[in-house]
């Protein structure tokens, strides 16, 4: 008994001892781990912060960049504005007509539908880029106002004035009449340089609430064809903007503003994660020339141009995706001048390439009248340069083109009918239109229906041969292989179609 009591003693100091060492272990090693990792830096939460958004070095210099430094910067250089104006519903809708379409939900505070003749108070937002007190909003805004005032963040409110307006681009300039001392301008940004991802903040004063800080990316740029506004070049973000936004600043993470809210794509009138900001280097231009005169005046060329579909460039044997195709040139108008002939398809102006229509018009329009431009083409697959000198674009409108004996023949599921007294009769043409053949019906699920041709285009060439008769047009599209190149007239444009040959 004495001797298994002693075996159990031992036992039982033996256990002690090995756990000592364990522990004594563990703790050793845990030591020794520590002290590596205290050596060898790891991508834990403590180091991921201090890693920066974006790679470009310049949005964040001396380290990461907080979006809290950025928006109490910006925030005293965002101002509220209401803008207290007197008319009819009639007149308000007239003068602005995309109100109508409920896709586009315009910043108004005013209830959509005001009975005639009442006072309404527009709320939007605007952005001072002066220590003269000079404010850039919207013209939806201020469009037709009488009185118009402006707070700040602090809740100070000062009256200012109208400096000028330009519908077309929807930009307006306001100048406080006593402009503070201690005003905080905004600098503008290059709105070329963002891209797709970089992050930005809308500032403006929603539904009248205040001033608000949202933040989203760059989704989108050089959305155009909107239907918003005759010039447009928008930046397209996910930053929550609301009625009460328009007029607002789109900052980059440097502060800088490089853009003016200014519409929403709903179906609500409310956020839907679309929005949509006139880039700053079209808002700043646009600002110079109103302070400068009090009216925008764009450059005016003399064309007609249209984009160019897969089918027209293999129509035309184009291989780059870049340019711009002449539909047709304005008689006695700048390109002419130049040289130009339609089929000419503009690439470059200047030093910036252009690949859509909406571009090219934008570029020539900013460069103003009196101002000569180098066009680089393409005509007839080889490369010419033209230098063109640009005219007023006010002074356009009598130089805009004019608006577009055999039976009756079908081809590719149209039926046409030569230009007579009958034809022009029904369909409108006019008798300075001599030549071509009119389309009088489109089959339904044929290659013509399919090409976007109606009933009262005049066709006026097939495959770059003019159309003198029915007979000629059936031949000429009876030589054709693969696809038919149509130059036609509508109305008062003429244009290029593809008719694909079955």
């Known amino acids: 008994m004495g001797n298994g009591r002693n075996l159990t003693k031992i036992m039982g100091v033996l256990m002690g001892l090995i756990m000592a060492i364990a522990v004594a272990g563990a703790y050793w090693y845990a030591h020794e781990m520590g002290k590596q990792c205290a050596e060898r830096p790891q991508l834990m939460p403590s180091a991921l912060a201090s890693v920066r958004p974006l790679p470009d ?50 910043f108004f505070g005013a ?64 100048r406080l009449k006593k402009p503070p001392k201690n005003l905080a301008p905004l600098s503008f940004g290059d709105s070329s340089r963002l891209r797709l991802g970089d992050i930005v903040l809308a500032i403006g004063n929603p539904f009248g609430l205040g001033q608000t800080v949202t933040m989203g990316i760059v989704s989108a740029v050089g959305r155009a064809n909107m239907g918003i506004v005759d010039y447009e070049d ?93 539909g047709d040139v304005v008689s006695g108008g700048p390109a002419e001048k130049a040289g130009l002939q339609k089929g000419d398809v503009i690439v470059q102006v200047d030093d910036e390439k252009v690949a859509a229509s909406a571009k090219l018009r934008n570029l020539i329009a900013m460069r103003g009248p009196n101002v000569t431009v ?85 066709i006026i060439e097939i495959n770059r041969q003019a159309v003198t008769s029915v007979r000629q047009a059936m031949a000429l599209y009876q030589q054709s292989e693969g696809r038919v190149l149509l130059w036609i007239q509508r109305g008062p444009a003429r244009t290029f179609l593809v008719l694909p040959k079955r």
């Open 57 to 106: 070095a310049e949005l964040a210099p001396n380290g990461p960049v907080h979006i809290a430094d950025v928006t109490a910067r910006v925030m005293p250089s965002v101002v509220n504005v209401f803008a207290t104006k007197k008319q009819s519903e009639n007149a308000q809708r007239q003068g602005m007509p995309f109100l109508n379409d409920p896709f586009f939900r315009r």
């Open 234 to 326: 928008f930046i397209q973000t996910d930053a929550a903007i609301n009625p009460g936004n328009s007029g607002g600043a789109l900052v980059d993470l440097n502060g800088n503003l490089v853009g003016i809210n200014t519409a929403i794509l709903s179906r609500s009138g409310g956020y839907q994660g679309i929005g949509f900001a006139i880039p700053s280097n079209m808002a700043s231009p646009v600002m110079k020339t109103l302070l400068e005169g009090g009216k925008v005046v764009r450059g005016w060329l003399g064309v007609a141009i249209q984009d160019l579909t897969p089918e027209l460039r293999a129509a035309l044997n184009l291989g780059s995706n870049q340019g711009v195709l002449v």
């Open 111 to 174: 209830p959509e539908a005001p009975p005639p003749e009442r006072r309404e108070r527009s709320l939007g937002s605007g952005v001072i880029v002066d220590n003269r007190g000079t404010i850039l909003t919207n013209n939806h805004v201020v469009q037709g106002s009488g009185e118009i005032r402006v707070s700040f963040a602090d809740q100070s409110d000062l009256e200012a004035e109208l400096v000028g307006t330009d519908p077309q681009s929807d930009l307006a300039v306001l």
């Open 374 to 458: 180098r066009l680089h083409l393409i005509r007839d697959q080889k490369p010419l340069v033209l230098s063109v000198t640009l005219e007023t674009l006010a002074t356009a409108a009598g130089h805009e083109p004019e608006s577009g004996s055999a039976a009756p023949g079908t081809l590719g599921g149209m039926s046409v009918a030569p230009l007579n007294a009958s034809t022009r009769r029904t369909f409108g043409i006019p008798p300075s239109l001599s030549v071509g053949v009119v389309i009088v019906n489109i089959a339904p699920g044929t290659p013509a229906q399919g090409a976007g041709l109606q009933p009262g285009d005049v």
